[in-house]
Structure formats: C-alpha cells, structure tokens
C-alpha cells in the first residue's frame, strides 16, 4: 500500500511538470534533471541536476520551514521519523602532495545517488545524498522517469561534497538535542548549510564564514544534532559544532613532523568540556588517529580508502537502529576527483570528476 501511494504522487507530481513543459518549454530543464538520473552500479546512482535551484534566493531569504515541512511530509509517507546516523571523516594529503578527505557514511539500509550540480552564481559540485531522504527504498527506486520526481528534492539533501574549487564538506550526528537558533540572520537547516558551503565556499575560512551568517536550524525529525568537517585545497580542514546554541571552531593540534595538519570526527563532540554520554565512535577515532599519526598525515588514495574500510560497520546497533557503512569516498582536493564504494564492497571503487557524472575507471 505504501509503495502504491508513493507511485500515485509521483505519477501527480510528473504531470505538473509535464503540462507546463509541453505547454510553455519553462520545466523542460526539470524534465531534463529527470531523465539524466541513472544507476551505474547496484546501491549506486548518479545525476546532473540542470535545474536552476536558485541558491541566491535560498540563502536570502533562509529556507528552514519549506524544507522542514516537505521533508516531513516524505517522513509521514514512509510511515515513521528518519533515524539517525553514524560517520567518520578524516583529512589528510598524498605522498605527492594532493590534499585527501576520507568519509564513511553509516546509516540503515538505503542507496546513495551522487548529484552534480551547476549553479548559475555559484560553485559546480557533486555531493552525496541518501535515497531514503527522499523517500525511497528497496520497494520504490527511482528507476523510471515517474519515480525520478522526488529527486528534484536533492540539492537540499547533501551529506557531503566537493566543489570546483576542491573544497569538501561532509556532517556527522552528535547525540544531543537539534539546534534551533533565533536571531536576526536568516536560517538554513542541516543540509541546506552543506548545499551553502559548496555553493559559495572556496576555501574552510569562507565555509567558516558562511556558518556564522545564518541561523543553524537542524533537521527536527531526527532526535539529535550534529557537527561538520571541512577541508580545503590547501589543506585546511576545521570542524564546526554547536555547544548550547553557539558555533564552536575546532582546528587540528599542532603536531611535529606531520606532512599536513589533519582532524578526525565520528559522533562525539571534539569542543572541551562538553557533557557527552551518548557520544560514540571513540574506538573509530582512535583507529583513524592511529594510522594517520603513524604516516605523519601522509597517506594514498588506496591507503586512505583503507582507513576507511577498517573503520566501516556491517549490522551494528547505533542507539536502536541496526547500521552499515552505505558509502565510503576518498575526495581528492587537488584533482577535484572522488573515488567511491557502496554497500561496503571495497573491491570495487568508482572514480568521478566534479566536472562530469561518467565514471572515469
């Protein structure tokens, strides 16, 4: 019945973008956005989104309450709240100096769809995004021009990314109550920052400044809130997080002989003197600290895909919710290149470009 429901909307909300198209031509750029959808592997899909999503207006006006109410609008659908996740994210630079960013994504069971983007007055960039943000599962896929539709949801739904100018991002849960600021700035939700960030940010300093021009917002429907990994081309990398309403900046220790300053995140706060019981992936930390202190920071793409698959999870139990590692990519920040892997399967690496959705080997 569910699975029913979801084909009757999207079949709805397909011919409200078909009639003004076939009538006027002004969504053909949507239907285009559609079309270009594709699975390249099993739990892989990849599309360019060609639709002007218009950052300019997002940022201007703030979008927490359209996209809190739409996104839990597709929650209801599905039938219960979005769980939490668990993650790990690490920087570090090659042996030939190209700046690495490592991120693991752990949730429960869903496909990533890879979203290039090409905003008219922004950065080109392609981020990660769940299919289960978006109202899908394993019983409805975006597998025809119909079931695409809820895809156009995507430029809002990033987990992580990198932009044209090398600089990435990714968020991770931290077990505490969402953050909900009010003042005057306008407000931006947890992925819609992400979406700001890779839109406008060219280095961790303008990330950095782009988080204190809004009011963090964090997405309602799940229990928690959550901090961010940033890095740059230069190899700057920050985390931000939220420490009773207010932006905390955590930058790397100064370590000797390391190649390039690098951070670790997983799911507890990093900010001193933070109370943090639930906190978790301690033992992924020190897995990922382990190795990087070992090699001064200096690892290869291969290598740091390692780290990534010796701290990835099949079946683990994260407060209630039974989690893998969905994907795993190592960002390449100099080549502006990512490789990926799905649904654990390390055997099989897929390398993009920000540039172009084909895979390139």
């Not at 021009?213 to 901090?227: G, K, N, P, Q, V």
């Amino acid at each position: 019945m569910l699975t029913f429901l979801r084909k009757i909307l999207s079949g709805f909300l397909l011919s409200l973008i078909l009639l003004p198209a076939c009538l006027f031509g002004y969504s053909s750029e949507k239907l285009h956005t559609i079309q270009s959808v594709s699975q390249v592997a099993d739990g892989l899909y990849t599309m360019d989104y060609v639709h002007d999503y218009d950052i300019d207006k997002m940022l201007k006006r703030g979008v927490s309450n359209h996209v809190q109410l739409l996104l839990k609008g597709f929650a209801e659908i599905m039938g219960s709240e979005l769980p939490g996740f668990g993650c790990t994210t690490f920087n570090a630079v090659s042996p030939n100096g190209e700046y690495l960013f490592g991120r693991n994504f752990d949730y429960p069971d869903a496909d990533l769809m890879l979203v290039w983007t090409h905003p008219k007055n922004g950065y080109a960039s392609v981020s990660s995004v769940s299919l289960a943000f978006m109202g899908y599962d394993a019983d409805f896929l975006p597998d025809d021009t119909a079931s695409r539709v809820f895809t156009l949801l995507a430029p809002y739904a990033p987990l992580d990314g990198i932009n044209e100018k090398g600089l990435s991002i990714a968020v991770l849960e931290l077990e505490k109550k969402p953050v909900f600021q009010r003042t005057c700035k306008p407000d931006l939700t947890t992925t819609t920052m992400i979406r700001a960030v890779l839109d406008k940010a060219a280095t961790t300093q303008e990330a950095i400044e782009i988080f204190r021009s809004f009011d963090m917002r964090d997405f309602l429907l799940a229990e928690c809130t959550y901090h961010y990994q940033i890095s740059d081309a230069r190899g700057e990398s920050v985390v931000i997080e939220y420490v009773d309403g207010q932006m905390q900046v955590i930058y790397p220790e100064e370590r000797q002989n390391a190649a390039v300053e690098y951070l670790v995140a997983t799911n507890f706060f990093l900010s001193p003197g933070v109370d943090d019981p639930d906190g978790m992936g301690y033992d992924r930390s020190e897995t990922v600290y382990n190795a990087l202190n070992a090699c001064g920071g200096v690892t290869t793409p291969a290598e740091a895909m390692g780290i990534l698959q010796n701290t990835g999870m099949e079946n683990e139990d994260l407060h209630g919710y039974i989690c893998s590692t969905l994907w795993s990519i190592v960002y390449n920040q100099s080549k502006r290149t990512m490789d990926v892997c799905v649904h654990n399967r390390f055997d099989r690496v897929y390398t993009f470009s920000v540039n172009d959705p084909q895979i390139l080997q």
